[in-house]
Each structure stands twice: as C-alpha cells, then as structure tokens.
C-alpha cells in the first residue's frame, strides 16, 4: 500500500498523522518550517501555536467544552498533548506552548510508522494525500491549488461579520422579507429611523478596533469592505450599500425605512443569522456595545464575531465532498483550516475527522459522518453546505440542530443529546478508537 503523505506539521496535519499510524498506516509528514517559514510563525516545531495559548474553554457547557468532550470520546492525541501541557486558566485549557510543541514533536518521533520530511510541497501529485496547510499555506502550493480547483475558489482573507442566535432576536422589533417580496422572504430586516442609523455610524467611528498583524496589510477588498471603513466615506454610504431600504417596507409604517439592518440564514437549521456588510475589525466588547443599539439585537447572543484576517481556505462546499476529498481527484484531501474550519481545537478535531475518513477511503468504506446533533457533526455539515458567501466557522452551538425548552436551559439540552448521540453512534463504527 501506499504511503500516505499529510503536507502541514500544524493542528491538523499532526493528529491526521498520529491516528493514521495508530491504526497501522504509513505516514509521511512535511513541513515547510524552518527552511521556509510562514509570516506568523516563529519556530521549525510542529504544532507551533501561532498566537494565543488558549485552546478556550474546557468548561463542558460551552460549545468549545463540548467540542473538546467530543474529542476526548474519539481518543484525539493532541488534545491529551494539551492536556499534559496545561497551565492554569481557569475554565481556559491553555498551554504551555513550548511544552505542547515539543511534545507533539515527541509523539510524532517515537512513532515508527511516521517520517518527518522538512521541506516546502509544491504540488498535489501524490496518489494518497492530505493537504492540512492552514491558513498560511506557501504561495506555490496555493498556486497548485489554484490550478486544481480555479482561481476564484481559493481565498485569501476573511471577512467575517458577526452572527447571532435566530433565538435570540427579539422578533417583534424586525420583519421578515426579501427585497422587492422577490423569491421567498428569507431575510430578517431592522428598520433604522434617521436618528438611529446615524448614532449607529458614530458608534462605529469611535469604537475600538483590533490592530492587524504585521503582514495583514490592510488591504481591503471593495465589495466586501470592512464596514468602518465604508463609515469612513461618508454617512450615506452604507445607507446606499448593505443598508440600503430600497424595496424593503416595514409592516408596522407601511414605508420603507431610512436604512435596514439584513440578516442571512447561515445554518442549515435556521438557527445562526449573521448581519449583512458588518465585516469588522472592531474589538469583541465593541461588537457587544453595537449589538446594544440595534433594535431587536440588544439581547442578541453573537455566536460568531466578526473578523478580517490573513487566511487561505478552500470555498468548500462543491469543491470537496463529505470527508474533504477534492470532487475532482480521488485521494487528496485536505484538512483543517484550508476546509473553512477555524480555530485551534476545530482544526484539531478536522485532523481527527480527516484521519478517519482517510482510513475509510483505502479501506473502500463510505465516509463517515458524524451525527448532526454533535459539534462534529455540526463542522461537518457546515463545509458542505451550498452558501453564496462561504466563510469560516468556529464551534458554537447555533451549527447544532434546535431542541425545545427554556432558553437558559437550551445549551445543557444540546450538550446532553450531542454526548449520547455520539455514544450510540460510536456503537455502530468499526474504527478503532485509539
Ligand atoms: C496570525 C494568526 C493568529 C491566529 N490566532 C489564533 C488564536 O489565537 N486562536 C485560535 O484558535 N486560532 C488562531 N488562528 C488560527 C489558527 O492558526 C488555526 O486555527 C490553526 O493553527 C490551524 O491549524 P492548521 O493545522 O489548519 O494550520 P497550521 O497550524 O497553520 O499548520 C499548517 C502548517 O503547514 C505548513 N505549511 C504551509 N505551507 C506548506 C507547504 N507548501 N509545504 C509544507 N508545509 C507547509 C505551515 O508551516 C504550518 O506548520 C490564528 C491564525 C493566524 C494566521
């Protein structure tokens, strides 16, 4: 058999390696660093944390706790890793990440079955591999990339505005509708008197903002501008762009608003919606104070901040199939942060799932999916469902499908169905769990 080569000795790339070789399988593992580095790492170690040392919460209520429970049910190797190089945080599991790095080295060295190869992959000719580069793959390889998949399906920044809980909404306060009442009305609209939307741009203007990483060079794309950057133009231009009122008539005046806050679906279940146009730089606690202003939103839990950072990653869904094989050629995969998965412990976890369907795809097995009720599962689907704006996802529980109950009580509900959904499901599978 074949050996498999996984190109990227991060997150991802390191658990696909560790699981495919305990289960028995050959494994080459290339990494660039240190010969050729990335601009946000700083060392040749594997598994090199590039910013914080968090791997977030631990606590099992919150969806980076349960995410991590799920991982532990599968046996997931870094995640014992981090567990060893633990620091105190609180509820954080945040590491040492030396310790972490050196270990995960060590785990990868005594493993007879893997071969560390340093040196930059170019291209995707190898009959079994996994591309697990993250987002700060080489250029040449993001070229190969390119030449296999066309040029408008690889990005390389995100722009992500912040998403909220559908649930969370206060729906009195906002009409659904589709401009123009074209097509179905699958939009949840906040109408802005005059008042309103201008202390909304004051607010903007002012409120603090996360200052970008060196090689993150402000570049801003004009159709998808950061939206304190379109403040910056004047007071009407958001008005005459993602807030425009234009065929959108509030029940309750009977008229069009003088602007319109849009929210998109972004989860199959309808329970995720992010604001149109709010890419943002804007600090966490000041994306919390925007949401105060906004109508129906005060309340609103944000499942997902907005962001824009360097990142390369795939537009998934129609690219690559249910275990992240190419549509286009069997055997090359790809894993991680490239799939639009974010976060350290969701492109561990990718690693996790990519290793599996790995083994089943040599094995001659269909590819395994994760029960939608749990986080996996909940990734999974998200980097296959078709979305006309493709943009990364962190683990949250608005992936997961809805469940019935009092609201404080809905994410113990959650945590609860996604750990014995998982139990049942792990019943059933054939693979090892190491
Ligand atoms: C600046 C920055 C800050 C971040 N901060 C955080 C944070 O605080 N918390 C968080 O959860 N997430 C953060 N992220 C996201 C985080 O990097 C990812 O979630 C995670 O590291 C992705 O894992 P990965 O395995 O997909 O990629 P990586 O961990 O980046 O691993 C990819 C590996 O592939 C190697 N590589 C690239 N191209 C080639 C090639 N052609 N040949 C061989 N090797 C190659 C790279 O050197 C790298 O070692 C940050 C990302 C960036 C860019």
């Known amino acids: 058999m074949n050996k498999i080569v996984v190109v990227g000795g991060g997150l991802a790339g390191c658990e696909t390696a560790l699981q495919l070789a305990s289960r028995g399988l050959q494994v080459e593992l290339v990494e660039m660093r240190p010969g050729r580095m990335t601009p946000a790492h700083r060392t040749g170690s594997l598994a090199e944390l590039v910013c914080s040392n968090s791997l977030k919460s631990d606590n099992a209520e919150t969806a980076s706790g349960l995410l991590k429970r799920e991982l532990r049910m599968l046996g997931c190797r870094l995640l014992e890793i981090a567990s060893e190089s633990r620091v105190p945080a609180g509820h954080a599991l945040a590491v040492d990440r030396e310790i972490f790095s050196r270990k995960v080295g060590e785990a990868v060295a005594e493993e007879s079955l893997i071969k560390l190869s340093h040196r930059e992959q170019t291209d995707l000719d190898i009959p079994v591999v996994v591309i697990a580069t993250g987002p700060l793959t080489s250029d040449l390889l993001s070229s190969a990339v390119i030449e296999h998949f066309g040029k408008d399906n690889l990005f390389f920044y995100d722009a992500i505005s912040m998403s909220i809980a559908v649930d969370s909404m206060d729906h009195s306060k906002v009409f659904k509708a589709s401009r123009y009442g074209k097509g179905d009305p699958d939009y949840w609209n906040v109408p802005l008197d005059r008042d309103k939307y201008l202390a909304l741009l004051e607010y903007i203007r002012t409120a603090s903002k996360k200052a970008g990483h060196d090689f993150e060079d402000g570049r801003c794309f004009e159709a998808c501008l950061p939206v304190e950057v379109s403040v910056s133009r004047g007071d009407d231009v958001l008005r005459y762009g993602p807030l425009k009122p234009r065929g959108l008539v509030d029940p309750i005046t009977g008229k069009e608003p003088y602007a319109v806050i849009q929210l998109r679906q972004e989860s199959i279940e309808g329970t995720i919606a992010g604001l149109v146009g709010f890419q943002t730089k804007m600090t966490m606690s000041a994306q919390k104070g925007l949401m105060a202003l906004i109508p129906g939103l005060e309340n609103a839990e944000i499942v997902r901040f907005g962001a824009i950072h360097r990142n390369t990653f795939l537009d998934s869904p129609g690219l690559l199939d249910s275990r992240q094989m190419s549509i286009k050629r069997d055997g090359l995969f790809f894993s991680g942060q490239i799939t639009g998965v974010e976060g350290y412990v969701e492109s561990i976890a990718h690693g996790?799932?990519?290793?599996?369907?790995?083994?089943?795809?040599?094995?001659?097995?269909?590819?395994?999916?994760?029960?939608?009720?749990?986080?996996?599962?909940?990734?999974q689907a998200h980097l296959v469902s078709k979305s006309s704006n493709f943009q990364p996802m962190n683990a949250n529980f608005g992936i997961l499908p809805p469940v019935k109950g009092k609201r404080r009580e809905r994410k113990a509900m959650k945590v609860e169905r996604s750990l014995t959904s998982l139990i049942s499901f792990l019943d059933k599978q054939s693979f090892d769990i190491p």
């Open 352 to 379: 996790l799932l990519t290793a599996i369907n790995v083994l089943k795809y040599i094995e001659g097995h269909p590819p395994v999916i994760f029960p939608s009720e749990t986080l996996l599962g909940g990734l």
